[in-house]
């Protein structure tokens, strides 16, 4: 670079890296609106640790030196919402967090059938425990669920 410039490293999740001739007095913004035009209000920059969301901030003030890395995060908050699936296509919207529930009441309900059956398998405080891990994640169900 030239007298006054440095250079940044802008890496990118993919392991990608764009060169960046800058200049101290740039600030975060200007270099948002500079190397992703269009897209700032998507990027995200993390320098040492630290997301930088302060616009207005300089290079310099953040002690960015020459051949330093800035991380680059391209965020989907500004992208077009997905189709909603329709009702003759047959699917369901399901994420893993919304099995996760079911899941643990299901597995309840097989160790409740297993302390039914085998009681003599299950001590006194197995049960108690059972009984207790049963009451917390009914208050977690009625609470996710409750609107």
């Not at 209000?41 to 960015?64: A, E």
């Not at 919207?93 to 919304?98: L, N």
Request: charged share 15%; glycine share 8%.
């Amino acid at each position: 670079p030239g007298p006054g410039l440095i250079t940044v490293r802008l890496k990118f999740l993919n392991d990608t890296e764009q060169v960046a001739v800058v200049r101290p007095e740039d600030t975060v913004g200007g270099l948002k609106s500079r190397f992703f035009p269009g897209q700032e209000s998507q990027m995200r920059f993390i320098y040492r640790g630290q997301l930088l969301q302060d616009q207005g901030r300089t290079l310099r003030s953040l002690h960015v030196t020459d051949n330093c890395v800035i991380h680059c995060h391209r965020s989907r908050r500004a992208a077009a919402p997905p189709a909603p699936a329709t009702a003759t296509s047959g699917s369901l919207p399901v994420s893993a967090g919304s099995l996760v529930l079911p899941t643990v009441v299901l597995v309840l309900a097989v160790v409740w059938y297993c302390r039914i059956n085998y009681r003599q398998l299950f001590t006194a405080p197995a049960t108690v425990s059972l009984i207790g891990v049963t009451v917390l994640c009914s208050f977690l169900a009625f609470g996710l669920y409750r609107h």
